[in-house]
């Protein structure tokens, strides 16, 4: 029996998740298998199966992670002062936009990764985020604003995101253009109650 390298971790699911993270990041889903991250993590792909069922249980555990942490932000931000409506929108909105600049990596994998095998796990996901969403643009609306509005305006905060994502390094590069970019939402979805 050989003896154990020095100074060696034990492999615990937090240790398979940070490295596969990595490895997801810099090679993408489709170029990575459980062998490959078994390879890095010096141990067997038995060892990541007993953690997770398969690559796309893996990669759900790493995107989850991001979800809990915006959603987290999400509801910081409800739970946060007596503003008015409008201000708690806006903070909202530049609050995810924020989050995925900041996160680059981690909101790539969260919202864009379009692959048949984690399709429907990372969507999921990203419904219940988007329904949190909703309901707090519903919520600190002065009128009733329609579904495809509140659509609208989180396809529109998704595409600033994806426009200067590997652009810049993080949210204070862009701030000025996202608060612009935030009230131009606004007063669309101002507009939309109108009717």
């Known amino acids: 029996m050989s003896p154990r390298k020095a100074g060696r971790q034990e492999l615990t699911r937090d240790s398979i998740v940070y490295k596969a993270r990595e490895l997801?990041?810099?090679k993408g889903y489709q170029e990575l298998s459980v062998r490959s991250i078994a390879k890095e993590l010096e141990c067997s792909h038995g060892a990541i199966y007993y953690h997770f069922k398969n690559k796309a249980a893996l990669f759900y555990a790493i995107v989850d992670e991001g979800f809990l942490?915006?959603?987290?932000?999400i509801e910081e931000i409800l739970g946060e002062g007596q503003e008015q409506d409008k201000?708690?929108?806006?903070?909202?909105m530049l609050a995810f936009l924020e989050f995925g600049l900041n996160n680059q990596s981690k909101y790539e994998m969260m919202f864009?990764?379009?692959k048949k095998e984690v399709g429907g796990l990372s969507r999921e996901a990203a419904n219940h985020s988007y329904e949190r969403f909703a309901q707090a643009m519903q919520?600190?609306?002065?009128?009733l604003l329609k579904a495809s509005a509140v659509m609208s305006a989180f396809i529109s905060l998704h595409g600033f995101i994806s426009h200067y994502h590997g652009i810049v390094k993080g949210y204070e590069e862009v701030k000025t253009s996202a608060e612009d970019h935030v009230e131009f939402i606004i007063k669309g979805l101002e507009n939309e109650t109108k009717f």
């Open 112 to 114: 864009m990764q379009g």
């Open 139 to 143: 919520t600190h609306s002065s009128s």
């Open 87 to 92: 201000q708690k929108q806006q903070r909202l």
């Open 24 to 26: 997801f990041i810099e």
């Open 69 to 73: 942490a915006l959603n987290k932000r």
